[in-house]
């Protein structure tokens, strides 16, 4: 095991910025003594130190550290490739310092060996019950990408696994998570990304209450419900590693009356164009804190609890609308972590949202 000291002196992070890393869940330490509160790291995790030092040193936005670290650690090169591009692009030109940085990442990554192969099995077929897979949709839809640099996120993951379908969708500054029941498959772990245009489609053929087949053949993916169908080319499986990027440090929670709480949102204080790491586009923040007494308020504008949260307002309204419950629960971390939205009783349904960094 290595302490924090020693991890900061081979990985090129400060002790400070691997404590940052820590609280925001996205370097987490293997073990920290529950007395003296020190943190230690395991001897793996040194390479992927390094490669957060040299993302860190490129001015890369905290969310699509998350994304590549995932990728990383889930041997997706494609995926990171993607990302490393699309903020390549987004940079000013004469950055010599930051394209010398991705030169040194782009020959890591092809040095690189045994990346993971696709996933998807040649043939498989599964039944849904449609109502599950209709809320299921209707809960992850609006967190999918619409970016052209990163097309593996312009769609929705159907994670098949056991008796269990997950449905997911990100556009690194928020992620949903919603899971139905599945018959009739008993194989290994299979993923594949449905495009929007064709998760719309199934979605529409989701009327009745019986249940509907998917069928996966190839890079071919198709739903019938009865004698309809809707079915087209998927996007593959090269999606980040959701399940890594859901780990994030315990924070305070509080239930919340989902139609009172958008109220306050809405006609709550926001701090209009406020920039955010989503390619610094303005748009209005909303800064949530919760009180002693387990509540969740929208702060006034000359509230600097440094315990408070800020996200992008327009962002969380969509979260709580594809909630569809009457109370949801919030969970707010550091103000550097993400806040989690979850469903009181359903562990496997939930969505989280990327903090906004105010401006000074």
Partial sequence: ?????????????SVSALRFYDNAGVLLPAWVDPVSGYRWYEPGQLEEARLLACLRRTGMPLADIRLVLAGWSNAEPDLVRGL???HLRRLERGLADARSEFSTLRATIDHRENPMA???AAVLELSVPAPELAAALDAVRFAAGTDPELPMLGGVLFDIEGEHLHLVATDRYRMAVARTSALGYGGPRTQVVVPLP???AMRALLTGSESVRIAVDGDRVRLEAGDRQAGGQSLGSDFPDYRRLVHLPAGRQA???TAAFREALRTGPVR???????????CDVSVLRVTENGRVTVCDDGDDDQNSVAVNREFLLHTLTAGARDELILELGAPTAPLAIRRPGDESGFSILMPVRLSD
């Fill in 1 to 13: 095991m290595r302490s924090i000291g020693e991890m900061a002196r081979d990985s090129g992070l």
């Fill in 84 to 86: 490393l591009q699309a």
């Fill in 118 to 120: 696709s996933s998807t």
């Fill in 198 to 200: 064709l998760a719309d």
């Fill in 255 to 257: 239930r919340i009356d």
């Fill in 272 to 282: 209009a164009g406020e920039s955010r790491e989503q390619d610094d586009e303005p």
